[in-house]
């Protein structure tokens, strides 16, 4: 996960975490939930998913989204990158 620079992750909850929670596989749903439910603990949730809303590519829970909710959060908004 070394997409963001260092100074981003520095106060995230996922890096002192570990990330394999963060990538669940899609019939692991509770894994999704528990991991979006650590990201609304997280004091930089709100750059991570302007981050990850940047980036349509990005793979995994990330601002306490997944992948289909972000690409619905864009379809709504425009913001096609």
């Known amino acids: 996960m ?3 620079a260092k100074d981003f992750w520095e106060g995230a909850l996922c ?3 570990g990330s394999e929670i ?3 596989e899609r019939h ?3 894994m999704a939930q528990i991991a979006k439910r650590i990201c609304n603990k997280c004091d930089i949730k709100q750059k991570c998913l302007e981050y990850a809303l ?3 590519d990005l793979k995994g829970v ?3 989204t997944t992948e289909h909710q972000r ?3 864009r379809n709504r ?3 096609w990158s």
Do not use: H, M, T, V
């Open 62 to 64: 990330w601002g306490g």
């Open 2 to 4: 070394q997409l963001i």
């Open 28 to 30: 692991e749903a509770n």
């Open 54 to 56: 940047k980036d349509p």
């Open 71 to 73: 690409y619905r959060i």
């Open 15 to 17: 890096a002192e975490i």
């Open 77 to 79: 908004s425009g913001r």
């Open 22 to 24: 963060f990538f669940p």
